[in-house]
């Protein structure tokens, strides 16, 4: 995300305390549902999913754009996030979903509030609970330090991520209304980096110099969640 090329101007002379590192236990096999499956987190979720033993219906408005080719564990349907009635069939039956749908470049939008209301609308009709999705640390200040909270972020909300950030934070609201199990990931600046496998979290605030995060990371921690409880209805901040 494009605030997060200021991050590297923030310096702090205390050391921050560090949340625990990621969890790499792997939830049990699943029948998961991905919305935005064709973007760059997405893709990496598709194929992380699909690797790891689960039983995945990709959404996808292009089937072209799909990495990974459908497939024993991969079933492929062709449908718009925003129509409720599309995405019906691939909801029923899931025992998760999992949302990387986000706006692209900076202007005006509301794909992040309209996608989150249309998945909502459809897991309540078919008695799916279970909701992971992708925000942003943008949101909030909650575990940052003073300047980070009082200058650079308030900075980028009222420029670069003015819509972004009013977007993402809609969807949130959407999300916290509904009676779904849901966590919501609230990831730094993302990367194209390898997966690590070790990566810091935080329940409900923003990790200390948490600046960037792989995708590869970022989904191998949704994976894990999926049948931890402790997660369910709480913001997970993660960042490497």
Not at 124 to 149: A, F
């Amino acid at each position: 995300m494009p605030y997060d090329m200021i991050l590297i101007l923030y310096e702090t002379r205390n050391k921050p305390r560090l949340s625990s590192k990621g969890d790499r236990r792997k939830a049990n096999a699943m029948k998961i549902t991905i919305f935005g499956a064709t973007g760059a987190t997405g893709t990496c979720l598709v194929e992380q999913a699909v690797a790891t033993g689960h039983q995945v219906t990709a959404v996808v408005r292009d089937p072209a754009r799909l990495a990974t080719p459908a497939g024993q564990r991969l079933r492929i349907l062709t449908a718009d996030v925003m129509d409720p009635a599309a995405i019906s069939p691939a909801v029923a039956g899931a025992d998760a979903v999992l949302s990387a749908v986000g706006p692209r470049g900076s202007g005006p939008t509301t794909v992040s509030q309209d996608s989150a209301r249309s998945i909502i609308e459809v897991m309540q009709e078919s008695g799916v609970r279970r909701l992971i999705t992708v925000s942003g640390s943008v949101v909030t200040d909650v575990g940052e330090g003073p300047l980070m909270s009082y200058l650079l972020k308030p900075m980028v909300r009222r420029t670069l991520l003015r819509h972004v950030c009013a977007d993402m934070r809609r969807a949130e609201e959407e999300i916290g209304a509904s009676n779904l199990d849901w966590t919501i990931m609230r990831p730094p600046r993302l990367t194209g980096k390898a997966a690590t496998g070790t990566y810091r979290t935080a329940i409900d605030r923003n990790l200390p110099r948490g600046y960037t995060i792989s995708r590869a990371d970022l989904v191998t921690c949704m994976l894990s969640l999926l049948d931890d409880e402790a997660s369910v209805h709480r913001h997970i901040a993660i960042a490497n």
